[in-house]
């Protein structure tokens, strides 16, 4: 049964078979070849993996995203970024990185931000002067920044995928995390900017400007605190604020008299055809995620790794590397579903906090987004911009020793994602 599994899988993925697809079909085969488990429970699986109340917040949050858009809050955003930091060195390049932590205070998605706001900065990059596969390049690595920020619709499903995390403890893991990741991309365009001579804008913002900009951003950047001031405040639970962030957004719009009705539908449109697909990876993602367990290959790989070593830093490596290397190959909502509940007790009995954990699992499979050969990101970044994949990848390595600098630092100093949960009494 392990080998009809395993090997289905991968063919699946050889032939190139929608992710979500290959782990149902996968599974579904396995049972039907083993003959002793009904296949009912297949069925039975695929329902109880969609079937929580957490997990109602991803719609939410989707919708959102989608909302805010819609309200033209993303040029709102881009003005004001424009104004603080596009007078550097390499200036649109910095706006590209900080207009993606303000939206991932919204987003909570990596390919939202690829499709809208980095898309819409890679243009303005290119028509500056900027080399087109480094303008794509860096978008593609700010859209990374998404799911790590809260709300995060990662940290969502890893919170329901183990045992010890809250949703609000691990949204305050990847607040630090999210703005390293910013600092380490910053630190790489001034690099990259200075080598090539990529300029900012030629003169300061007025403090005028800068309050205009700032004033017309701010209904967006209060969005994160509404979020997360609600929920450490226990004036909702997670899911609650998702509901209540669409609110605010529809609320937003009709004051700012920024909806269409066509507007509005495809607003809705697209956010339900989002949330479909991801329910679909998760509710096939579930049943290949119990055969593993139930096959008991995660003990296995955990009587592997342990025999290697007991050293609680050298494990959390072995598991980050491990994860590493899925990430290449899996698309990142599935490997998340998939290898929770495979590396998650062995991290938990080395003694490796939950949060921590979590945030260096997120955080390695938001970087395979915009890794070869499935990056996800990536193939949005080169579609938007009619550009090459391959010299896009080779664009983007720099970019990419930046981010996995800030997964080490995850990895070796725990309080970088404990810190802020502890502080606020989400300690696991």
Same mark, same amino acid.
């Given at each position: 049964?392990?080998?009809?599994?395993?090997?289905?899988?991968?063919?699946?993925?050889?032939?190139?078979?929608?992710?979500?697809?290959?782990?149902?079909?996968?599974?579904?085969?396995?049972?039907?070849?083993?003959?002793?488990?009904?296949?009912?429970?297949?069925?039975?699986?695929?329902?109880?993996?969609?079937?929580?109340?957490?997990?109602?917040?991803?719609?939410?949050?989707?919708?959102?995203?989608?909302?805010?858009?819609?309200? &033209?809050? !993303?040029? %709102?955003? /881009?003005?004001? =970024?424009?104004?603080?930091? *596009?007078? #550097?060195? $390499?200036?649109?390049?910095? +706006?590209?990185?900080?207009?993606?932590?303000?939206?991932?205070?919204?987003?909570?998605?990596?390919?939202?931000?690829?499709?809208?706001?980095?898309?819409?900065?890679?243009?303005?990059?290119?028509?500056?002067?900027?080399?087109?596969?480094?303008?794509?390049?860096?978008?593609?690595?700010?859209?990374?920044?998404?799911?790590?920020?809260?709300?995060?619709?990662?940290?969502?499903?890893?919170?329901?995928?183990?045992? &010890?995390? !809250?949703? %609000?403890? /691990?949204?305050? =893991?990847?607040?630090?995390? *999210?703005? #390293?990741? $910013?600092?380490?991309?910053? +630190?790489?365009?001034?690099?990259?900017?200075?080598?090539?001579?990529?300029?900012?804008?030629?003169?300061?913002?007025?403090?005028?400007?800068?309050?205009?900009?700032?004033?017309?951003?701010?209904?967006?950047?209060?969005?994160?605190?509404?979020?997360?001031?609600?929920?450490?405040?226990?004036?909702?639970?997670?899911?609650?604020?998702?509901?209540?962030?669409?609110?605010?957004?529809?609320?937003?719009?009709?004051?700012?008299?920024?909806?269409?009705?066509?507007?509005?539908?495809?607003?809705?449109?697209?956010?339900?055809?989002?949330?479909?697909?991801?329910?679909?990876?998760?509710?096939?993602?579930?049943?290949?995620?119990?055969?593993?367990?139930?096959?008991?290959?995660?003990?296995?790989?955990?009587?592997?790794?342990?025999?290697?070593?007991?050293?609680?830093?050298?494990?959390?490596?072995?598991?980050?590397?491990?994860?590493?290397?899925?990430?290449?190959?899996?698309?990142?909502?599935?490997?998340?579903?998939?290898?929770?509940?495979?590396?998650?007790?062995?991290?938990?009995?080395?003694?490796?906090?939950?949060?921590?954990?979590?945030?260096?699992?997120?955080?390695?499979?938001?970087?395979?987004?915009?890794?070869?050969?499935?990056?996800?990101?990536?193939?949005?970044?080169?579609?938007?911009?009619?550009?090459?994949?391959?010299?896009?990848?080779?664009?983007?390595?720099?970019?990419?020793?930046?981010?996995?600098?800030?997964?080490?630092?995850?990895?070796?100093?725990?309080?970088?994602?404990?810190?802020?949960?502890?502080?606020?009494?989400?300690?696991?």
């Amino acid at each position: 049964m392990a080998k009809t599994l395993i090997l289905l899988f991968f063919g699946c993925l050889i032939l190139s078979v929608p992710v979500a697809f290959t782990m149902g079909l996968a599974g579904l085969v396995a049972i039907y070849v083993d003959g002793s488990l009904n296949p009912l429970i297949a069925a039975q699986r695929m329902f109880a993996g969609i079937d929580s109340f957490p997990l109602m917040a991803v719609p939410f949050f989707i919708l959102t995203s989608e909302l805010m858009t819609a309200c &033209g809050l !993303t040029t %709102a955003l /881009l003005r004001f =970024a424009n104004a603080l930091v *596009g007078h #550097l060195r $390499g200036g649109l390049g910095h +706006v590209n990185i900080l207009v993606s932590i303000m939206f991932a205070g919204i987003s909570g998605s990596a390919l939202a931000d690829a499709a809208g706001p980095s898309a819409i900065v890679m243009r303005m990059m290119r028509e500056a002067g900027y080399e087109k596969n480094y303008a794509g390049a860096l978008s593609a690595a700010t859209a990374t920044i998404g799911p790590i920020i809260p709300p995060s619709i990662l940290a969502v499903i890893f919170a329901i995928s183990t045992k &010890g995390v !809250t949703v %609000a403890g /691990l949204f305050l =893991a990847g607040i630090v995390p *999210g703005l #390293l990741l $910013g600092a380490s991309l910053a +630190v790489a365009n001034h690099i990259v900017s200075t080598r090539n001579g990529y300029r900012g804008r030629d003169t300061r913002a007025s403090f005028s400007e800068l309050r205009s900009a700032g004033f017309a951003a701010l209904p967006a950047l209060v969005m994160p605190g509404i979020i997360l001031g609600g929920i450490l405040f226990g004036i909702f639970t997670p899911t609650e604020a998702g509901a209540v962030a669409s609110a605010y957004a529809l609320f937003l719009g009709a004051v700012l008299r920024a909806f269409t009705l066509r507007g509005l539908y495809d607003a809705f449109a697209r956010a339900a055809i989002v949330t479909s697909s991801v329910f679909l990876i998760i509710a096939m993602a579930s049943i290949f995620a119990w055969l593993l367990t139930y096959l008991q290959i995660p003990q296995a790989l955990a009587q592997t790794i342990t025999q290697m070593s007991d050293n609680k830093l050298v494990i959390l490596f072995i598991l980050a590397g491990f994860a590493l290397v899925c990430g290449l190959f899996i698309d990142t909502l599935p490997a998340l579903i998939v290898l929770t509940p495979i590396l998650g007790p062995i991290a938990y009995s080395a003694g490796i906090d939950p949060l921590q954990f979590g945030m260096m699992l997120v955080l390695n499979l938001t970087i395979g987004m915009v890794t070869p050969p499935i990056g996800p990101v990536l193939f949005v970044i080169a579609t938007v911009g009619q550009l090459r994949i391959e010299a896009l990848s080779r664009a983007i390595i720099p970019l990419l020793l930046a981010e996995l600098i800030v997964l080490l630092l995850v990895i070796t100093i725990p309080g970088i994602s404990t810190f802020v949960p502890n502080f606020f009494g989400f300690a696991n």
